[in-house]
């Protein structure tokens, strides 16, 4: 199943399947690239930032950014 990244559960992992939007190369600067497999560690309350962990990075992004993060949720 596809999701947003800002719409997968706490502690679900996936594999990025596409990046929307114009901010493709300072996310691939990141590290988060297509066929990358990330998992959510925390969501912040009130429409805040989605803290999350590709490879031995975490990174927090905001709800407008994960909104553009397409994942192929894991079973």
Not at 26 to 50: A, E, M, N, S
Request: aromatic letters at 2%.
């Amino acid at each position: 199943m596809i999701k947003d990244l800002y719409e997968m559960e706490l502690g679900q992992t996936g594999v990025i399947t596409a990046i929307e939007g114009g901010r493709r190369h300072h996310l691939t600067d990141l590290g988060l690239r297509i066929g990358k497999h990330v998992t959510v560690l925390t969501r912040q309350p009130f429409k805040g930032p989605v803290v999350i962990q590709v490879d031995q990075v975490t990174l927090s992004l905001g709800k407008g950014l994960a909104h553009k993060i397409k994942v192929e949720v894991d079973a």
